[in-house]
């Protein structure tokens, strides 16, 4: 026990020194985090756990001191592989799956030492974590694109609906186009960027390539699904059961201001042009281009990327976009013939010839 005892106090300060790196700092070179984190922790365990193993009998003192170390360990490996989450700058995947790979060769030696503490599964259950992680990571930067295009989008028809020398129709028209790009540009990255996590170390997601492809798809749904009712939010009209349904989570960069109301008639335009877009031209591209980066012929996976439901819901977005513009026109109009008409003095006005 005494010679456990001392031998674990570096090993804690080893660890409590990863754990304050990765809660005041993001982690920008994964692999260089994991092999500095075997330097001092785990070459330090492999050695005690030989040393102890050629000196003692008795084996739980080192299992449970193993369990301890190596769950903190894992814990904070997890944490700073999960940098870049929620932001544009997430970790490469190259970086990613060489950290992971690396800590992968640096167990397997302590795991021959430390067997009961069945290290291969912690491993395989940190790679699954992070790559499932990091699929996330990929679709939350997309979020974050089409978030910033619509408040840019909304900032510059707020700002002026007509360039100097430009017909209204033209600037909405840029607007949409903007939009647009940002759309499929931003899908095939995300796609592009999963990828890479396969081609990457395949040997480290084989087992569970399946599953991995659903996640990928799952997202491009819900990604989709979130840009729809942030674009039905504009119209100022309640949400059907449907539409709450598939509703962002709160967050998501996509989700919908707390406030209600239309959003101006020429950006209700843009909105609708967007949804119908993605009805005839922007789900058909965005289903060939997740067929061409993860070909498959299961059925529960393309369930999760049904593109005739994705068409239906951009059609009713863009209809009730649609009826919202009418509206709000509709009113401005009323309102204008209104004020028209309460402006004049009708009993000083001369009768008509």
């Known amino acids: 026990g005494a010679y456990l005892a001392s031998r674990a106090v570096a090993m804690e300060s080893a660890l409590g020194d990863a754990e304050q790196t990765v809660s005041t700092s993001a982690v920008t070179d994964p692999r260089a985090f994991v092999v500095s984190l075997s330097a001092t922790f785990l070459e330090d365990f492999r050695e005690t756990a030989g040393e102890y193993a050629e000196l003692f009998k008795d084996r739980e003192p080192l299992v449970s001191l193993g369990r301890a170390l190596l769950q903190r360990y894992f814990a904070v490996v997890k944490r700073g592989l999960a940098g870049g989450a929620g932001t544009l700058d997430v970790t490469p995947a190259k970086g990613l799956m060489a950290a992971l790979a690396q800590m992968a060769a640096d167990l397997s030696g302590i795991n021959r030492l430390v067997p009961e503490i069945r290290l291969g599964d912690r ?32 900032a510059d028809v707020e700002a002026r609906v007509t360039n100097e020398g430009d017909e209204p129709g033209a600037f909405l028209l840029r607007c949409f186009v903007e939009l647009s790009d940002v759309l499929l540009a ?35 749904t819900s990604t989709l699904d979130a840009l729809l009712a942030r674009l039905t939010h504009a119209s100022g009209t309640g949400q059907s059961a449907a539409a709450a349904a598939s509703s962002p989570s709160p967050a998501s960069p996509l989700a919908p201001p707390s406030t209600r109301g239309a959003a101006p008639a020429p950006l209700l335009l843009v909105f609708a042009r967007l949804a119908s877009f993605m009805e005839t031209d922007g789900v058909p591209h965005i289903a060939r281009e997740l067929q061409s980066f993860f070909p498959t012929s299961s059925e529960v996976n393309q369930s999760l990327f049904v593109e005739e439901a994705a068409r239906v819901r951009s059609a009713a977005a863009a209809d009730a976009l649609v009826r919202a513009y009418v509206d709000l026109s509709a009113r401005r109009l009323s309102l204008m013939i209104r004020q028209s008409i309460a402006m004049c003095e009708w009993n000083g006005m001369n009768e008509p010839r």
């Not at 259950?125 to 408040?151: Q, S």
């Not at 960027?193 to 491009?220: I, K, N």
Request: aromatic share 4%; no cysteine.
């Open 186 to 220: 931003g899908v095939k990255e995300a796609l592009a960027d999963t990828r890479s996590l396969l081609e990457e170390r395949p040997v480290m997601v084989a087992s569970w390539r399946e599953e991995f492809e659903s996640l990928v798809r799952g997202h491009a």
């Open 123 to 154: 491993a395989s259950e940190v790679v699954e974590t992070a790559t499932r992680g990091r699929v996330g990571a990929a679709f939350m930067a997309l979020e974050l694109k089409l978030a910033d295009a619509i408040k840019k989008a909304g």
